[in-house]
């Protein structure tokens, strides 16, 4: 009975070993063939709603229209400046005065010099003029050595002459700076800076002013005294030499507030490729880890409207391809589109859940977003695939993207949502190589393309041009874990 008891164990237990390795046997081939034929679709709403356009945002600074500068001679004693920082002048007010007295004094002695100068001349004549007499009655081998004297005579006459005419000019330039003693505002303004260390020597009454129509030029930051003009105001930003020759004048742009959804319009009026933009730490930044720099340039905004906006303000800026136009209908990027001979169709799910070839009909074509309008075979609820070499009608479609792993160690099949290979490259073709500015990470964008106020700035140094970084694939983007970074530090400095 006991030995009988024994081998009925034992069948049990053979029996139930034999049925455990049969499950994990099917469920682990099922797993794998599930895995080889299950393809991942996203929602088309998922699609459309928001896109993200993965576009160089910039930096910006609101400044004035123009700035101009007026320099003082170096050669003139001031008597008296009328004027100081954060005045506000009229165009023809007066801003400072020479001293006359001195430049009385200099035209006195210049004239003393141009009179020196005349009667050597005459002397140096009536030299010439006893030696030719002296030469007429000399001997014959006398003849060239009188020669010689009065050829040498005359050179220093012509020589006294070209300074006689050098010094009658200086003349007349003192003349004239004393008769504009008075140096006037050459616009309206705000007296912006007065620089008592400069020292422009001016030539002519015209040479007191610099214009300009960017605050990076040497003329205005050396000048005695810079004016800004009040009312019209354009947008300062700066671009990395890697993306500034992408863009144009007369590019359209959208400027973004950095502290609420507030946008502005505007157009590209210049690219200075000059001037680099040194006015403070962040006109060069590294590169990932091999410690590459870029130099970083500025270009300006002329605005289609400023109301609401401030001077000295900071804002974001981006190129305009139509990213916050809403239009109407279905529109689809079109990368899920296959063109065929007999027309368009996608990898689409049908009712049963298997992924189909659906033909679909083509509207218009946004060649700015790349997108094409779906007139009929979608709508926004239905589910699509991108389409992949490996994509076959009938394959199973799942909505989670962890279905599509190759295996359990959470390598998958190399492809994302937008098709794009698992290589370490994101949306916009731009690697991982850790490429931030100044040593800070920028988080991106919003699904709805507009800051989301996590970018970081250290120690108030401002970071010039945003480069997007991660985008997340999956359908549960990391906008959705409730998190909010805090906002942008505005502790910039204004120049």
């Keep these: 009975m006991k030995k009988k008891g024994i081998i009925i164990l034992i069948v049990v237990l053979l029996v139930l070993a034999g049925a455990a390795g049969t499950v994990y046997y099917v469920l682990h081939n099922k797993k794998e063939k599930t895995s080889e034929e299950l393809v991942y679709a996203t929602k088309v709403s998922d699609l459309t709603g ?195 020759r992408s863009m144009s004048e007369g590019q359209s742009m959208i400027i973004r507030s950095r502290v609420d959804d507030t946008t502005w319009t505007g157009t590209v009026t210049k690219i200075d490729l000059e001037h680099p933009d040194n006015g403070n730490n962040n006109d060069n930044y590294m590169m990932g880890s091999g410690g590459t720099t870029a130099t970083k340039y500025p270009f300006y905004i002329s605005l289609d409207s400023a109301e609401g906006l401030m001077l000295g303000q900071h804002v974001y800026v981006e190129a305009d391809y139509g990213q916050g136009d809403v239009k109407e209908g279905l529109w689809l990027d079109e990368f899920y589109i296959m063109q065929e001979d007999d ?84 949306e916009d073709a731009s690697m991982s190589d850790g490429m931030y500015e100044d040593g800070m990470i920028d988080d991106g964008f919003t699904e709805n393309g507009s800051d989301n106020g996590s970018l970081m700035e250290d120690n108030g140094e401002s970071e010039d041009e945003i480069m997007p970084q991660d985008v997340d694939t999956d359908e549960n983007s990391d906008s959705d874990n409730g998190t909010e970074a805090s906002p942008a530090n505005d502790g910039e400095v204004v120049q």
């Design 50 to 244: 928001n896109y993200d356009l993965m576009e160089s945002r910039y930096m910006g600074t609101v400044e004035s229209q123009e700035v101009k500068g007026v320099n003082r001679d170096a050669d003139k004693k001031i008597k008296e400046l009328y004027v100081k920082e954060e005045d506000e002048v009229k165009e023809g007010d007066v801003l400072f005065e020479y001293d006359t007295e001195s430049m009385e004094l200099q035209l006195r002695q210049l004239e003393l010099e141009l009179t020196s100068i005349n009667n050597n001349i005459t002397t140096l004549n009536q030299q010439i003029s006893s030696l030719v007499s002296e030469k007429a009655a000399a001997p014959a081998e006398e003849q060239l050595g009188y020669s010689a004297q009065i050829q040498n005579l005359q050179a220093q006459v012509n020589q006294a002459n070209y300074d006689a005419s050098a010094k009658q000019l200086e003349i007349d330039r003192q003349k004239l700076s004393m008769e504009n003693t008075k140096v006037v505002a050459p616009m309206d303004g705000i007296i912006k800076t007065i620089n008592e260390n400069n020292s422009t020597s001016s030539s002519g009454d015209n040479s007191n002013y610099d214009n300009s129509n960017n605050n990076s030029s040497d003329s205005t930051s050396n000048a005695y005294i810079t004016i800004m003009a009040k009312g019209d105001y354009r947008i300062k930003a700066t671009a990395s030499e890697l993306t500034v």
């Design 343 to 426: 027309g368009a169709y996608v990898w689409a799910e049908n009712a049963k859940g298997y992924i189909e070839k659906r033909k679909v009909e083509l509207g218009e074509y946004d060649e700015n977003m790349m997108r094409y309008q779906i007139l009929s075979g979608l709508t926004e609820d239905d589910y699509i695939a991108y389409p992949e070499e490996r994509v076959k009608a009938g394959m199973k479609v799942t909505h989670n993207y962890e279905d599509v792993m190759t295996d359990d160690t959470g390598i998958d099949d190399g492809s994302y949502e937008d098709g794009s290979m698992g290589d370490g490259m994101y």
